[in-house]
């Protein structure tokens, strides 16, 4: 049964990733629907445990047949997250606007992912934000996803974060040298 399961462990990373794509369509819909933020903080937590859950499979049983397709899904994922928040007016679309030019030009004037990474906790930061403005129970909901992502994975977190600082000084100290 264990090898059952290693060998076909990467279709279910694939599923995974591929099932982001979907999200991002419900999550669309959701804003153009008018939906709460309540049923919105359900999807964004869905995509966020596809995102673990896909990263934690890969590493544990190999590289996937659509691993090409795990930042494409993420960045997309973010982006609907980002169209969510300024369709139904929660930020304005000047500041979203400005942060994402930002950080764009510093991570391709830089060559470094850190203010990409930035970027995509900014975006889900601002999500929380208004979570946390709009209705608690959403989030109540996502502090609970946050909670469980890292105490499933609390290397991965840790080692997100060490990687996170490391390039953000190497971004800072790179005029210096």
Same mark, same amino acid.
């Given at each position: 049964m264990k090898g059952l399961i290693s060998e076909n462990a990467h279709y279910l990373a694939d599923f995974l990733t591929l099932s982001r794509f979907f999200i991002v369509l419900m999550l669309l819909? %959701?804003?153009?629907?008018?939906?709460?933020?309540?049923? #919105?903080? =359900?999807?964004?937590?869905?995509?966020?445990?596809?995102?673990? /859950?896909d990263g934690m499979i890969a590493r544990k049983?190999?590289?996937?047949?659509?691993?090409?397709?795990?930042?494409?899904?993420?960045?997309?994922?973010?982006?609907?997250?980002?169209?969510?928040?300024? %369709?139904?007016?929660l930020f304005p679309l000047k500041w979203? #606007?400005? =942060?994402?030019?930002?950080?764009?030009?510093?991570?391709?004037? /830089?060559?470094?992912?850190?203010?990409?990474n930035f970027w995509m906790g900014v975006v889900y930061g601002g999500f929380i934000y208004s979570a946390v403005r709009k209705d608690s129970h959403a989030f109540v909901l996502l502090l609970i996803a946050i909670i469980t992502i890292i105490v499933l994975n609390p290397s991965r977190a840790f080692?997100?974060?060490?990687?996170?600082?490391?390039?953000?000084?190497?971004?800072?100290?790179?005029?210096?040298?």
């Open positions: 819909y %959701y804003a153009i629907q008018g939906f709460s933020i309540r049923a #919105a903080s =359900i999807i964004v937590i869905t995509g966020w445990f596809t995102d673990v /859950f049983y190999g590289n996937t047949s659509l691993g090409f397709l795990d930042l494409p899904a993420d960045l997309t994922f973010v982006s609907a997250i980002i169209f969510y928040l300024v %369709y139904t007016r979203v #606007a400005g =942060i994402t030019l930002l950080l764009l030009s510093l991570a391709l004037a /830089f060559k470094n992912e850190a203010p990409m080692d997100k974060v060490v990687k996170f600082l490391k390039n953000s000084s190497r971004l800072f100290s790179s005029g210096d040298s």
